[in-house]
């Protein structure tokens, strides 16, 4: 069947459901319905473990405009159970582009929805908070997809960092895309990077300020992790609910009573604080995106983070 001739539906569990075109996969994916609010960097959100479990919506009215290419993955395949956007394009407009993104949404077997009115979508997930929803190409009765989104799994309470940590630990010493090539510095410090989740970029980056990195999988105790000698211990991004992976907490708690520096990022940051005494709850709606606004207390001076 040609493009946009494939009907697909967004169901929510408060009862919404909208009709569009679908632009990937056929099935069903179930998952917590968020928005993403950068404007570019569609692909590194698609591989991104941390949206393991959730569809992603991007607020950006055109999706897919520059195509897509291996250099902007973050992970091996994407990670996020499905996708939505207002439009769809076809064409893929960038010299870098190795293929569109629809073929990368089906290829990868990531059910996706295009055409639902993205806006609306959003001030309802402003106002009700983030909720569970499922992407479906079926073609099922309006009130049968609202039931089985009241049926399937919310994110609370689940581990799903299990489901996204490597195997088995490696190094990594590639640097970034962007790093100028024959000015990487030697190696420095040894840095042991614990997967929850995470993105390359981030591991990219160590390296390009003179980091050996090693991988260890989430499931590492603090006791291992002590034994490689490390400089530092990074504890990475990564997806679900903090409160639901113990045995990080238990390992980040060992790491910071070592006196070695510990750094944290998204989940890695909330298992720190759960290490330290802290406690974690759920916010309404997370702010998923780039480009965020950070006011200095002190100065009153507004920075734009990268």
Same mark, same amino acid.
């Given at each position: 069947?040609?493009?946009?001739?494939?009907?697909?539906?967004?169901?929510?569990?408060?009862?919404?459901?909208?009709?569009?075109?679908?632009?990937?996969?056929?099935? %069903?994916?179930?998952?917590?319905?968020?928005?993403?609010?950068? !404007?570019?960097? #569609?692909?590194?959100?698609?591989?991104?473990? @941390?949206?393991?479990?959730? !569809?992603?919506?991007?607020?950006?009215?055109? $999706?897919? =405009?520059?195509?897509? =290419?291996?250099?902007?993955?973050?992970?091996?395949?994407?990670?996020?159970?499905?996708?939505?956007?207002?439009?769809?394009?076809? !064409?893929? @407009?960038?010299?870098?582009?190795?293929? %569109?993104?629809?073929?990368?949404?089906?290829? *990868?077997?990531?059910?996706? $929805?295009?055409?639902?009115?993205?806006?609306?979508? %959003?001030?309802?997930?402003?106002?009700?908070?983030?909720?569970? +929803?499922?992407?479906?190409?079926?073609?099922?009765?309006?009130?049968?997809?609202?039931?089985?989104?009241?049926?399937?799994? +919310?994110?609370? +309470?689940?581990?799903?960092?299990?489901?996204?940590?490597?195997?088995?630990?490696?190094?990594?010493?590639?640097?970034?895309?962007?790093?100028?090539?024959?000015?990487?510095?030697?190696?420095?410090?040894?840095?042991?990077? #614990?997967?929850?989740?995470?993105?390359?970029?981030?591991?990219?980056?160590?390296?390009?300020?003179?980091?050996?990195?090693?991988?260890?999988?989430?499931?590492? @105790?603090?006791?291992?992790?002590? %034994?490689?000698?490390?400089?530092?211990?990074?504890?990475?991004?990564?997806?679900?609910?903090?409160?639901?992976?113990?045995?990080?907490?238990?390992?980040?708690?060992?790491?910071?009573?070592?006196?070695?520096?510990?750094?944290?990022?998204?989940?890695?940051?909330?298992?720190?604080?759960?290490?330290?005494?802290?406690?974690?709850?759920?916010?309404?709606? +997370?702010?998923?995106?780039?480009? *965020?606004?950070?006011?200095?207390?002190?100065?009153?001076? $507004?920075? $734009?983070?990268?």
């Amino acid at each position: 069947m040609t493009r946009g001739l494939r009907p697909a539906w967004l169901a929510l569990e408060d009862g919404t459901t909208l009709r569009g075109v679908a632009i990937g996969a056929a099935g %069903t994916a179930f998952g917590e319905v968020v928005f993403q609010t950068a !404007i570019t960097g #569609y692909q590194e959100v698609l591989t991104d473990p @941390s949206y393991r479990g959730q !569809i992603v919506m991007m607020t950006a009215p055109q $999706i897919g =405009n520059v195509g897509v =290419n291996p250099d902007d993955e973050e992970a091996e395949r994407p990670a996020c159970s499905g996708f939505v956007v207002r439009e769809s394009s076809p !064409i893929a @407009s960038s010299h870098r582009a190795r293929g %569109t993104l629809e073929k990368y949404l089906s290829d *990868h077997g990531v059910v996706a $929805i295009a055409e639902v009115d993205t806006r609306a979508l %959003t001030r309802r997930l402003r106002v009700h908070g983030a909720m569970r +929803g499922l992407v479906t190409t079926d073609d099922v009765d309006a009130h049968e997809l609202v039931a089985r989104v009241r049926c399937s799994p +919310g994110l609370v +309470g689940r581990d799903l960092v299990r489901e996204v940590t490597c195997a088995a630990p490696y190094t990594w010493d590639a640097p970034s895309v962007g790093a100028i090539a024959g000015r990487t510095p030697a190696v420095e410090f040894h840095v042991v990077a #614990y997967d929850f989740g995470v993105k390359r970029s981030i591991l990219a980056k160590l390296r390009d300020v003179g980091c050996r990195v090693t991988v260890v999988p989430a499931n590492t @105790s603090g006791a291992v992790a002590l %034994t490689l000698s490390a400089d530092g211990y990074f504890l990475s991004n990564g997806p679900g609910d903090p409160a639901a992976v113990p045995y990080a907490s238990d390992a980040a708690r060992v790491l910071v009573g070592s006196g070695r520096p510990v750094f944290g990022i998204c989940l890695g940051h909330r298992l720190l604080g759960l290490a330290l005494g802290g406690s974690t709850y759920k916010l309404r709606f +997370g702010h998923h995106g780039a480009n *965020h606004p950070v006011k200095d207390l002190a100065t009153g001076r $507004i920075y $734009i983070t990268a």
